[in-house]
Structure formats: C-alpha cells, structure tokens
C-alpha cells in the first residue's frame, strides 16, 4: 500500500518519486511481481515517517514504466486501475500493507443509464465552463479542449480526476457509490465553482 496526500481514481496517470527506504522496497517486490499496489489518501497526519490516518477507499495502482536512479531512488509512472476497499490493515512491515478487496462501482440500472448519460453532459459543459473562468481570471484550469467519454462511469472518473477540487471532495467522490451518484456530486461541486468564479469575475 502507498499512502499519499492526493486522490488516485481509475485512470488518472500517477507520478512518483520514491525515496523512501520503505518504499524503494514496495517498488522493488511489486516490478518482481504483478507491478500493481493499493494508493489511498491520508486523511491526517504526515506523509512521510509513518503515523498517519488513512482512508478506507482507494484505488489499485499499476507501474508502467519504473527507472532506478543511481542513488537507489526511483521514478515511476503508475495508472489507476480499479476501485478498492480495504478490509484491514495490516502491521507496517517491511512497508504499509492491507487486506483489500476490490469495490466496483454500482452499475446504473434501468432509467439510471439515461440519467448518468445527462449527467455526463452537464458535468462537461460544466467543467468546460470552469475551464474558461479559472483562465480569465489567471488561476490554473483544467485543459479547455477536455472532452469526456461517452460511456458515463469513464466520465465520471475523467471528471474526478480533471476538476480542480481539493483532496477530501476527490475522496468523496471516489467512494460514491457509482456513476449517477458521483455526476450528481460534481453537478453540484462545479456549479458552486462558476457562481463563486463568475462572482470573482464580475468584482474584477
């Protein structure tokens, strides 16, 4: 397991720098074995040293790509894979470990498939809309030329991953129970961003 400061969600790209005695030796039995480990948020506590409090929710990570560097450190690039839940962590030793089991989201049923496909829509346009403000007004901004995909639980997590949202809403967001759930919840994340950016906007 890999605890961090920031969100992994299914599909989102994960660059690390690992330096860590610790974590050197994660990445060296994980390359020797199925490249993949778990990646939850600390919810509080230090990022480094041990001693934090982690989250229950994460996602299963995979390295594709992984350079030693001379002094033993290394770089890696690592892809969100799937959702997990963990069931149980286990002792420190020789790194962070758990007991996981995997969470797949709750697949939209009947009229819930039309509902997430609208969803995703608005969530576009909404998060294109953010774009536009946050650039105006010289704040960082997800690309303006993002386009979503069409199956709406992918979008969901293109989303996720894109919108500029801090740490603890990106958790949320990642345990919603699926797709309608996790639109609705940016639905209302991003609408609340344009009124405070258009608000921003028309004081300047």
């Not at 992994?8 to 690390?16: D, F």
């Not at 409090?53 to 299963?60: P, S």
């Not at 286990?90 to 939209?108: I, V």
């Amino acid at each position: 397991m890999f605890p961090l400061g920031s969100v992994l969600v299914p599909g989102m790209i994960l660059p690390l720098h690992v330096f860590e005695p610790r974590y050197r030796a994660l990445v060296r039995d994980c390359l020797a074995g199925d490249r993949e480990f778990g990646v939850v948020l600390i919810a509080r506590g230090p990022e480094v040293g041990g001693g934090d409090v982690r989250t229950d929710v994460g996602t299963m990570a995979r390295i594709v790509r992984a350079d030693q560097l001379p002094d033993g450190r290394f770089a890696v690039g690592a892809v969100g894979m799937r959702r997990i839940r963990v069931d149980a962590w286990l002792e420190d030793d020789p790194y962070p470990r758990a007991e996981l089991s995997d969470w797949p989201d709750r697949e939209a049923g009947g009229g819930e498939a039309g509902r997430a496909a609208e969803l995703a829509g608005v969530v576009d346009r909404l998060l294109r809309r953010v774009a536009a403000l946050r650039a105006e007004l010289g704040d960082p901004a997800p690309p303006l030329d993002l386009s979503l995909a069409g199956d709406p639980l992918v979008a969901s997590y293109q989303a996720t991953a894109i919108a500029p949202l801090g740490p603890a809403d990106r958790q949320d967001l990642l345990a919603a129970p699926g797709a309608v759930a996790r639109l609705e919840a940016l639905e209302r994340l991003l609408g609340e961003q344009v009124e405070l950016l258009a608000a921003r906007l028309g004081e300047g």
